[in-house]
């Protein structure tokens, strides 16, 4: 089995900036890729960025490009979503997700709330 635990969610007021944290955990051989997603209330699980474990090739939806970075520890089997800039439409709840070659692993989400 494999565990993703996220942390570093919670509230922040707009123009403010937040760090999260996904660790992974348990029987993992190996990591192809690392994501992040988020899913708003009343809306679909929408792709926010994702990393290549190898190499650290990132890709970034179009609404957070400039704002947010995706970053990995590959000895900690870490990964990293440093959040500046908030607005309030990025509240959601953020998933991380992996995948090992074989199968998703999903995380069970931590809440990002930007209000004033």
């Known amino acids: 089995q494999v565990q993703l635990v996220e942390s570093g969610g919670g509230l922040v007021q707009p123009g403010g900036s937040l760090r999260l944290s996904c660790a992974a955990s348990?029987?993992?051989?190996?990591?192809?890729?690392m994501g992040w997603y988020r899913q708003a209330p009343g809306k679909e699980r929408e792709i926010v960025a994702a990393i290549s474990w190898t190499f650290g090739n990132t890709n970034y939806a179009d609404s957070v490009k400039g704002r947010f970075t995706i970053s990995r520890d590959n000895a900690k089997k870490t990964m990293y979503l440093q959040m500046n800039s908030l607005k309030p439409e990025d509240t959601a709840v953020y998933y991380c997700k992996l995948y090992d070659n074989v199968m998703d692993y999903w995380g069970k989400g931590t809440l990002v709330t930007v209000s004033s």
């Open positions: 348990g029987s993992l051989f190996s990591i192809r890729t």
